[in-house]
């Protein structure tokens, strides 16, 4: 059976000979594997089997590309991007951003930054041969081929910050709406150049942080007011092509669950269980409504031990597996704290516990 059988399967809640698999990685992750008896020319992807490939990320910037160096020390630089943004990076090891300002701040502010952002042609903004040989490679390695990109409030954060912009949509929702729809209307317009250049997707893997630790960045009635609309906007574009859609979020947006199934969303990842989200409550709450992927506590893997990890697995996958709707996955990336032996480990027991045979 090939990735792409199994992925079509678990998203129409059907058992495959086993789990579908993929991961995600920090930088630092495979060179130290490298240094801990991963062999130089290994793939992590082939030596596992993963199942999933992506391609096609959009810039939403209104510059695409842009990078202007602000402040700079032996740790760490802060840099003007394209969005306006002023960002504060570590140099030798990676991280979320420390967010320094935003400058745009005004509606006048934003409807030149929109102006900008709506005249970039969509090839400034997307690698389409990168996009093209990876859904090539994809189809020979039967992997199923999904896009990988983001939705209207990860963008929208990334030029207002958090705070400014749920003062936005606290004070002027119409301006929210437009801020919403303008990034749907633009990853759209991408998503239209990549399947006019010959790009074939099997379905969607859309990127977006919409909660932390103990809920949503916002209440269900403002995500239903000013977000949602968007939100369908997007995902209608694999919907009008008969293609299912993978949810990212880290946190925990278990209010705003119903809310996303509606708007369309097949399957939800990668389920932290640090942010009190737990497959074993989740399946059968929502049944075959929606599919699954993750949940494998990444705070367990990283301690090295076998027993714990052993007992984090089999305490999930049976129950996440059972009727198919579940794609293995760790409940964020792997750290460069969990060693290449746990790993091994760790996909030995996806194998043994993730079979249905």
Known sequence: MTGRERVQLALSHQEADRVPRAESFWPETIPLWHQQGLGPNDDVADLFGYDIMGAGWVSHEARPGFLQTIEETDDWWSRLDGNGAILRY????????????????????????KRQMLT???????????ALRRMYEAQAKGRWFC????????????VFGHVGLSYIMADDPEWAKDIF?????????VLDYLEASGVRFDGGWIYGDIAFNHAPFFSPKMYRAL??????RQIAWFKERGLPVIYHTDGDFRLIIPDLIDAGVDCFQPLEAKAHMDIRELKPQYGDRVSWMGNIDVMVLITNDKARIEAEVAAKLPIAKAGGGYIYHSDHSIAPGVRWESYQFLMELVDRYGSYR
């Not at 729809?181 to 317009?189: I, S």
């Open 181 to 189: 729809d303008t990034e749907a209307e633009l990853a759209c317009r």
């Open 227 to 232: 977000i949602k609309p968007a939100h369908v």
């Open 147 to 158: 896009w990988t990109g983001v939705e209207c409030y990860e963008t929208a954060k990334d």
């Open 90 to 113: 570590w140099k030798h090891k990676s991280g979320t951003p420390e967010h320094v300002d935003f400058t745009v701040k005004t509606r006048d502010q934003w409807e030149e930054h």
């Open 120 to 130: 970039q042609p969509p090839g400034s903004r997307v690698d389409t041969f990168s």
